[in-house]
């Protein structure tokens, strides 16, 4: 499917939700089959064979309520930094994502987002769609990505009603390749350790800044290495495990 189209979808989309006063649910039949068609061909895309210099990534964090949306926790914001290989561009997403409970004060104490902020922003189903629109057709990149895929293939069931099948990889399964010695994990540990600033943390687009120049940075390395694609990368992290 083109990505013409597949826009020309997303805009439908979010003038069916801003139109809609329900809970914003995507009910549309021919809207679902576009949808799923564009995810079928996401999938199709070979990925592993493109050269990592020319892999345009989209590295992405969420701040969450918890870690069980299936129990009822919420996402609270996201943030997402473009790349092209190593490169870091200059195209950033964010957005809050609204919440309308009281939050539990360990929660804005943590990411600095207030009851207040989260309860007038914008329903996750409108975020959502923006994000797949900003995202296009780049590859998704999370630290500790268990976290954000369970977060988007619980939405993707329950608003969009197709499973959520955009490819997410993780950091470690590079960082593990470049310098498998090293036994950091935490963001901020790894941050520390490689000199890079560690400003605001537990911030959606903060995290993914940092998050994208750590990539940057062990990607350059991989590179270096030999490594010419993921495929190359995915082999030797195969071997390790």
Request: glycine fraction near 4%; charge should be neutral; proline fraction near 5%.
């Amino acid at each position: 499917m083109a990505f013409e189209p597949f826009m020309q979808l997303l805009r439908g989309l979010r003038k069916r939700q801003e139109a809609d006063a329900g809970p914003g649910r995507i009910q549309n039949a021919k809207q679902l089959a576009y949808l799923r068609n564009m995810q079928r061909e996401a999938s199709k895309y070979d990925l592993l064979n493109v050269p990592l210099t020319e892999v345009p990534f989209m590295i992405f964090d969420i701040e969450t309520t918890g870690f069980h949306p299936e129990k009822g926790d919420s996402v609270l914001s996201i943030g997402a930094v473009k790349m092209q290989g190593a490169a870091i561009l200059e195209k950033t997403f964010y957005s809050l994502v609204q919440y309308e409970k009281v939050l539990p004060p360990q929660i804005t104490e943590l990411t600095g987002i207030t009851t207040e902020a989260a309860g007038a922003a914008r329903p996750f189903s409108a975020v959502y769609m923006d994000f797949l629109e900003f995202k296009s057709n780049s590859t998704l990149v999370a630290h500790h990505s268990v976290h954000e895929r369970k977060f988007m293939e619980y939405t993707s069931a329950k608003l969009l009603r197709t499973p959520f099948k955009h490819r997410i990889i993780d950091t470690s399964f590079l960082f593990k390749v470049v310098n498998p010695s090293l036994p950091l994990a935490a963001l901020e540990d790894l941050c520390l350790y490689h000199q890079i600033e560690v400003k605001d943390r537990h911030h959606a687009l903060g995290d993914a800044k940092m998050t994208a120049l750590l990539w940057s940075l062990y990607l350059e390395e991989a590179v270096q290495l030999g490594y010419e694609t993921l495929g190359d990368v995915y082999l030797k992290f195969s071997q390790l495990q």
